[in-house]
C-alpha cells in the first residue's frame, strides 16, 4: 500500500468512526446524554399551564421521558428542570444556575445535572457536586399522581 491509499483508507476509517460517536450519542437518550427530546416548551402537547402549576400528562412524549429513571427535561420558557430520581421520585428546580445564572444550557448523565455554561454538576437531588456553582439547585413543590406531574412555582 502506498502513502496515497493509506491516507485514504485512514480516512475512510476515521470518518466511519466519527460518524458512528455522534450517531451513538444521539441515538441513545435513555441514558440521559443530551437530545433534543429532553428541551421542551410548557406550550408543547402534554403540558398544561394552571396559575403557577404546570401539569404534565404522563402519556405525554415529555411525560414518558420524566417517567423513566435518569429521564429528565428542561422546560425551556418556564427555566425548570425536571428530572426522575430513581424510576418513581421525580424532582423540579428552577434552571437558572447558582453560578452565574445560565438558565437554557443543560445536559445530564448518570442522573445527574450538568449546567454547560462553566461545567458545575449537580445531583438529582439538586445538591452541587462539582463547582463553579457553591450552592444547590431551588427546589420547586411538586407533586406525582398517576396521571400526571404538577410542578408549583413560588
Ligand atoms: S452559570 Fe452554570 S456553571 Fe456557570
Redesign the pocket.
Known sequence: MDRKDFLKQAGIILTASCTGAILYSCSNPADGEFSDDNIVNSTDPGFTVDGNHIKIDLGSEAGQIISQLNGWLLIRDRRILVINTDGQNINAFSSQ??????AT?WASSNGNLT?T????VFTGEGEVIQG??TRDLTFFESELTTEVYIITLP
Do not use: K, R, T
Not at 455554561?117 to 458545575?120: A, F, K, L, V
Open positions: 444556575c447558582p453560578h452565574a445564572a445560565c444550557s449546567c455554561c462553566h461545567g458545575s463553579p456553582a
